[in-house]
T-cell receptor
Framework: SAVISQKPSRDICQRGTSLTIQCQVDSQVTMMFWYRQQPGQSLTLIATANQGSEATYESGFVIDKFPISRPNLTFSTLTVSNMSPEDSSIYLC????????????FGPGTRLLVL | DAKTTQPNSMESNEEEPVHLPCNHSTISGTDYIHWYRQLPSQGPEYVIHGLTSNVNNRMASLAIAEDRKSSTLILHRATLRDAAVYYCIRKQGGSEKLVFGKGTKLTVNP
């Protein structure tokens, strides 16, 4: 199984600012994903981070608000731009294990509070 | 649209078996059934998955109905550490996406 770390683990930010969240995997993976989990809610997929190409965003999420980088096969970043209190959520990255029929391993999440 | 239906919550006693149901009546022939769980303050954790046959691993068993319209996750002996939200997910064959529903919050009583 892959081991995933995220930085920061939590942050408190002021509205209008931006925060970049890092996701590091201990092995090379093809697919990386970013999810959002709003308070008391389930997970919602934001985008798929593809190495060497632009991220693929889900309906309701746009690149200007959530720019994603994927410089190599072990690392990705998600930026939450021009934050508002509605962006207060847990942001999680995950990776796909192709050897186990596309199951996913998740990072511990980044807890973001926007004031 | 998560396309699965689960009870919002269930309770169990420690050391007893737990059967968590999931309805996926519109499942297609190539959809896998995946189960994940999310312990408090952690990211989701893969539990088990299957296509047609029942599956067993060290964490749980997955019983899939013959018509595939429902499945049951079985925890053979619940422990306090099994208290979590359990998500039943239809995963389209060939697609990498996981669509999470609301899941079942399992409470384990000592």
């Amino acid at each position: 199984s892959a081991v995933i770390s995220q930085k920061p683990s939590r942050d408190i930010c002021q509205r209008g600012t931006s925060l970049t969240i890092q996701c590091q995997v201990d092995s090379q993976v093809t697919m990386m994903f970013w999810y959002r989990q709003q308070p008391g809610q389930s997970l919602t997929l934001i985008a798929t981070a593809n190495q060497g190409s632009e991220a693929t965003y889900e309906s309701g999420f746009v690149i200007d608000k959530f720019p994603i980088s994927r410089p190599n096969l072990t690392f990705s970043t998600l930026t939450v731009s021009n934050m508002s209190p509605e962006d207060s959520s847990i942001y999680l990255c995950s990776v796909e294990d192709l050897s186990l029929e596309e199951t996913q391993y998740f990072g511990p999440g980044t807890r973001l509070l926007v004031l | 649209d998560a396309k699965t239906t689960q009870p919002n919550s269930m309770e169990s006693n420690e050391e007893e078996p737990v059967h968590l149901p999931c309805n996926h009546s519109t499942i297609s022939g190539t959809d896998y059934i995946h189960w994940y769980r999310q312990l408090p303050s952690q990211g989701p954790e893969y539990v088990i998955h299957g296509l047609t046959s029942n599956v067993n691993n060290r964490m749980a068993s997955l019983a899939i109905a013959e018509d595939r319209k429902s499945s049951t996750l079985i925890l053979h002996r619940a422990t306090l550490r099994d208290a979590a939200v359990y998500y039943c997910i239809r995963k389209q064959g060939g697609s990498e996406k996981l669509v999470f529903g609301k899941g079942t919050k399992l409470t384990v009583n000592p």
